[in-house]
């Protein structure tokens, strides 16, 4: 088993592996492209983000700037918004559902690193999932952290540090996330 096989099966992997930091290093070119194309040019930045992310559907905007890790691990559903300088770190999938807003500076990370430093200075990580249901609206400066899943139409604050998964149809915030009520 490589190390990209084993970065998209939930083990632990070497990130300083030569075939990933390529892919890397291409996603980041791409990232690049991407942010320093004209925003009136919806054409060229629509061409370009196709090339970046897994999967997407035909309506959606991502505001530069935007970066990820590999992109080939991030799906977006329809009428997904995302405002300014949205990080996405992906070695494991990111799934966005239908109607998922974004607010400015937001940043989802699917990486762990070992606790043990010496573990740790090898290069070596483990990724897990996040998956965000449909109708969901996150509001600035929000962090999602590894294996995390929120339910559909829920509001996630700004500011909020979501370290466990969040049920539907609720208004959660803070840091850590909890939920704050049903809505």
């Avoid at 088993?1 to 632990?12: A, P």
């Amino acid at each position: 088993m490589n190390e990209k096989e084993k970065m998209i099966g939930s083990l632990w992997y070497d990130a300083t592996d030569e075939d990933l930091t390529k892919e890397r290093t291409k996603c980041k070119s791409l990232c690049f492209s991407y942010n320093n194309t004209l925003p009136s040019d919806i054409q060229t930045r629509n061409s370009i983000m196709s090339q970046i992310l897994g999967k997407t559907k035909k309506n959606f905007l991502i505001e530069q700037s935007f970066v990820c890790d590999y992109g080939y691990n991030i799906e977006i559903g329809e009428n997904f918004y995302s405002n300014h300088n949205l990080t996405i770190l992906d070695p494991a999938k990111v799934i966005f559902g239908d109607n998922v807003f974004i607010g400015p500076n937001c940043s989802f990370y699917t990486p762990v690193h070992p606790l043990d430093a010496e573990t740790r200075n090898k290069g070596l990580e483990i990724a897990y999932p996040i998956v965000v249901g449909n109708n969901v609206w996150f509001g600035g400066n929000v962090v999602v952290l590894p294996g995390v899943k929120i339910g559909d139409n829920s509001v996630i604050g700004a500011g909020s540090v979501v370290t466990k998964d969040i049920p539907s149809n609720v208004l959660a915030f803070g840091n850590p996330c909890k939920v704050i009520k049903q809505i």
